[in-house]
């Protein structure tokens, strides 16, 4: 069972930048991909970004990029997201994910990951 932490949201300002953290509690497996989902009060929850161990290949919704990244450590434990030029679309919680590598059309699909963080509040003010 594989425990998710999130760490690094807060109050930012139109245009500026936070980066959130998520740490693994256990080394996961090579197959593994781990992400980023987020949900907007009366919103559903949407994918945000994703990238796989093997390979490192990244997938971002279109409505971050260019303005968030992701990237992992080589430990195979954490995951960041840095997120720059924030919008007030932006506000919303932010959840980790992770699991053995979704299939390319399911990498957006919330159901395709069963380990979940608590999730990490991200507000953006006008």
């Known amino acids: 069972q594989v425990q998710l932490e999130e760490s690094g949201g807060g109050l930012v300002q139109t245009g500026g930048s936070l980066k959130l953290s998520c740490a693994a509690s256990?080394?996961?497996?090579?197959?593994?991909?781990m992400g980023w989902f987020r949900q907007a009060p009366g919103k559903e929850r949407e994918f945000v970004a994703a990238?796989?161990?093997?390979?490192?290949?990244?997938y971002y919704a279109d409505s971050v990029k260019g303005r968030f990244v992701i990237s992992r450590d080589n430990t195979r434990t954490a995951v960041s997201l840095q997120m720059n030029s924030l919008k007030p679309d932006d506000t919303a919680v932010y959840y980790c994910?992770?699991?053995?590598?979704?299939?390319?059309?399911?990498?957006?699909?919330?159901?395709?990951?069963?380990?979940w963080g608590q999730g990490t509040q991200v507000t953006v003010s006008s």
């Open positions: 256990q080394r996961t497996v090579s197959n593994f991909a």
């Open positions: 994910v992770a699991d053995r590598s979704p299939i390319t059309s399911n990498i957006q699909n919330r159901r395709a990951y069963n380990y």
């Open positions: 990238i796989r161990w093997i390979g490192g290949t990244t």
